[in-house]
Each structure stands twice: as C-alpha cells, then as structure tokens.
C-alpha cells in the first residue's frame, strides 16, 4: 500500500527534523548526522529481513533504526541523554544500538561495521538459526580497506551477508567521482565473486526486489549479495554544514528526485486524495512530537552509572 | 578429571585450544594458516582434524577476521582468533579499540563481545623490527579489553581458558621464544582459575620486582645471583595485566620499601611507569626511588647482539637491584 509506505518514509524525515530542532535549541548536543533524502533505501531495504536478522549501520543510521522499529521515543531519549534510551545515553546519534530490534549499531569509524556483519552471518551458520546480515555504508566507505576485507572474506565462505552501498554521491563532503577511478562501484564486489546490482534507491520498487532477491540467496545459503542504492542527501554532512561544495542547481533537481517528493506525485498521479497524502506528514509529524516530549520530559541518565558497563 | 602431564607451552596452548573446543560448543578458533597447517608454531596442529569447521583458514585480512569476531561473539559465539605476531594486530586496531571495546559500554550493557584474541610478541635472535615489539601497553590504555601475559606452561594453559570463559573481549600475549622451551608437569582439566591475580615467584624484604612476561626468567637468574650476597627481593609475576593485581603489588612494596618494575617493552610510556605511578599516588612509604628496567627506548634491530644490547639482560636486573638495595634507609 503506498500510503503506508509514504508514512514510512515521513516517519524518518519528521523524526529527523525533529532532532534537527532539538539540537539547534540545546537538549541534543555534538555531532548528528542526518539521511534526509535517502529514506527509501532504508525502508525498502529493511521491509525485506526477518526480525532475527542483524542490521548494521553507520552513524547516519537513525533512518535505519525507525525502519527496524526501534521506538523514536526511545531514540529520541538516547540523543538527549535520557536514562530510558536505547542506551541510557552511551550511545547517542552516532553509536547507538538496539539489538532487541535486530538494529545492532551504528557506527562512526567508515566501513568498520562490514566486517562485524560478516560475523553475524557467520554466528547464524553455526548457531542453527539462519540468520543473515544486512550491512549499509556510503559510498565513500568503498575505499576502506575493512569493505574489501569483509566482502572477500564472506564471498569465500558464503555468508549471508547483504552489503548495501547507499551511494549519495559524496564521501562526507568530497564527491565520491573524484575519488575513484571507476565510478561503477558495484565492480568491485564483482570483481571479488559477489552478485551485484545497481538501483534507483529513490524507487522502493526497486531497492524491494534487490533486497528480496539478496536475502533469498543469502538464506539458501549461496553467499553475500551486493546493492548499489545511488540515492541523495538533501541536507549537509553534519547540522552546520554549509554545504559549499554542492554545485548550484544541484539541490534543486535533487529536491525533484528525493522519494517522498517522488511518491507523493505519484500518489497524485494515481488520484489518490490530497489529503491523503497530506495526512501521512501531519500523524508522522505529531507522532515524533509527542515522542520527543516524552522523552524530553524523562529523567536524564545518572552520573553515578558512568562506569557501568565497562567489564562484564 | 585432572590429571598431570608434562607439556611445553605450545603444547599447554594447544591443550586448552582442544578444552574449549570441547567443552564449548559456542567456541571457532581461526585465523592465517591455523587450521590445516596448524599454525606457523605448531600451536593449533590437530585440531581442524578434530573439531571440523569450527576451526578455519582465513584470508590475510586481520580487520576482517577480527571485525567478524566481534559480530560472531555478539551473538552468543565464543571467537578464538590467532593473530600470528602481535604486530600484525595493528592491522585491525580500528575493531580491537574502537569496536570490541566499546560493544558492551556504549550499548548499556545489551550486548557484548566475548572474543579471545591470541597473540604473540617479544625478541628473538634475528627477528626484524616488524616482528618483535612488545605492544601490551597499547592493550592495557584502553578500558574495556582485558590483557594476560602467560609464561609457563601451565600459565599458559590456565590463562587461555580463563580468557575463552571471560565475557569481556580479552587479549592473550604469549611468546614464541617459550613455544618450544622445556617440558613442565601441567595440570590440565582441572577448573579454570578466574582471571586476575599474580605469581609470587620469590619472597624477600630488601625490594619488590614486578615483572612480567618472557623476560621474567631473566630477573629469576639476577634475584638468585642476589640471594647468595643475601639480598632477598619479593618476585610478583603479573599473569593478568587488566586486571592488574594492585593490592599485592602496594602489599609488597609497603613491605620493602623498594620498587623495580623489568618489561621488555619500551622505557616510555610502557605499564611500568603506570606500576611506579600508582605506589606513588598510593602512598606506600618508600626507601628509594623506584627503578625501571625496559627495552632502551629504540626500533628493534635485527642482528642478535644489537637487539641484546637494547633490551633487558639478566646483568641489567641485577645492577639496578644492587643500586636499589644500595640506596636509601635500610
């Protein structure tokens, strides 16, 4: 049903605005980094798993997260420092973490989490469960040397490993096409023996079918499948980015391709009532609202516990 | 049921190798070359044949191997990974410090990563600079991973089974030059020791050595080369690093008054300033300054009576245990 998936993607954009105006007034501090604009590959991409598959994200995994169904509410405690966050505040935007949803982490080292996902993979071979792993990082995150390691080392023992590449055209704010050679980055994961495929990761169809098809061959057992997900950020690398590498024009074609502008004409076009649409926005909207209040209104995380969880 | 055999340690290594794999069904062992070569040491020999695909070959991908670990060790598997020389950990450092150590503090506890990482470190006659550093104090500045540096046999045995049972990712440095020593009786199948703790390995009340490693058997010799002048040092053996045993170190130094701390590791910034560190901060009342014996801060060179000439001999221990013991109130 495209209404349901056009509130799924608002569910991520509203949640994220929202933590972009909770971080310019003060309860959410440091670095945040935000997927506006490439929503559909998260939601496309995560409609596919089982619930005991493992994800493993970047730290621009907030998206990633709503679409396992970690709670905002809860989401929105981790980023404030809140003793009812997924983490009770250790994690925060770029670190956190809830397994209980198979949503096993972000992280902010480019590329580290391919490896750990092959491991997943490799625990669900022995444990008898079958479970795969989903592991997504930008593009920029191809030329780490931990994606290449993590791809051979899954291709040659046939994990089930999904590995998404969420090509958004820049490396942190550094386009990716001045720093590869080969624009097609999907060749290398060919190159090391691994199923790849390109996609419009605007098109939830599309990213739908790759996934479907990476999942079915990583739980039959046939190894790790690669997507290339070419999508765009439509906000800066981090909230204060001014963003002055961006040519100009191009935010405005991207504004034209980005998926909730995309579904929302096509809904439109398929006559589908205006307010329709326009009520996906609004409940997304006051659901983050409330949730952020919640958690606002939740006692921060006591001081005294700052150690704990260090040992076992 | 125990029982006593005699075993070097590679032999106590690869014991407790077929004890986990046994005992723990959750337990891999992998790494380069481990499985049907059995280790560029010989220490894994056997146990592909006998424990199936739970013990595996693996690319030359550290980052990977280790990075799997964490992944494998999150869901309930118990990792075992041989990274051949300590220097190649350096490799995959990112998934050591950034990622092991950081799965059960920045998830609150709701996951975690109880892998094993064995490793092995120290100078050997020939040895180049890319295969002999001791590293243990770039482990032991990160919270989160537990460190133990075995040296005998049964140490050897003990600690390994220790580190597969903790549930905190831990790194166990053996050394290649001890592989292939001499035999010794080792219990083995008896209960696994917790971790932590230290080997009184001599007792006395001129000064206190704290040491550990291979180098351990040189401050042996020394303290024995004392004795017969009738000087008598306290010898604590740190097996584990983190935890470190520091109520038996400042128990023993509150006894003699006099601290020396020998590690083949570098002068600067190696544990043993964080061992005189801590006395200091203690305030165990001391009869003379503390003293170090470590490798004199410098790469390490290849030609053998180079790398003697930088790193802790027996007659370094005993001069700066004479000096010590010279020095101060008596």
Redesign the interface.
Known sequence: MKLDDLLALWRIRALEEKIRDLRLEGPIVGSVHLSNGQESVAVGACSQLRPHD?V?ATYRGHGWAVARGVPPREIFAELMGRVTG???G??GSA??????HGF??E?S?VG?G???????????R??GTG?I?LTVFGDGAMNQ??VT??M??AA??SLGVVFVCENNRYSELTPIDAMVAQPDLSQRATALGIPAVRVDGNDLAQVRTATRLAVESAVAGRGPSFIEAHTQRIVGHYIGDAEQYRPAGELDRDLRLEPIARLTRELLAEGVAAEAVARCEERARSEMDAAAAAALADPLTDPATAK????? | MPEIVKLNVGGAVNAALARALEEMP?T?LYGEDVALPGGVFGVTRGLAKRFGD?V?D??I?E???????????????R?IVEIMWIDFSLVAF??IV??AA?V?????????A?LTIRTQQGNAPGACAQHSQNLEALLLHV??I?VAMPRTPQDSYDLLLSAVA???PTVVIENRTLYAGPKDTVEVGGPVRPIGGHRALRSGSDATVVVWGAVTAKVLDAVDRLEADGITVDVLEMVWLNPFDWPAVLDSVGRTGRLLVVHEAARTGGFGAEVIARVAESGVPLRAAPRRVALDDSRIPSAPQLAAALLPQTGDVETALRDLVGSGAS
């Not at chain 1, 391919?114 to 669900?124: F, H, K, R, S, T």
């Not at chain 1, 704990?308 to 076992?312: E, M, N, P, V």
């Not at chain 2, 980052?63 to 598997?77: H, K, N, P």
Request: proline share 7%; net charge neutral.
């Open positions: 493992a493993y997924v983490n009770a250790r994690g670190h956190f973490s809830a397994p209980q096993h982490g992280n080292i580290a391919a490896p750990i996902a092959v491991g997943a993979a490799l625990a669900g022995h444990d479970r792993a040397g931990a390691e993590a051979n080392f040659a023992f704990d969880h260090l040992y076992a | 959750e891999l739970r595996f693996t690319p991908s980052t990977a191997m280790l990075g799997a670990a964490v992944g494998a060790a999150t869901f309930g598997r990792p990112d998934q950034n990622q950081n059960r503090y920045v998830s609150a506890g709701r996951s975690s109880p919270p989160g537990r903790c549930d905190d």
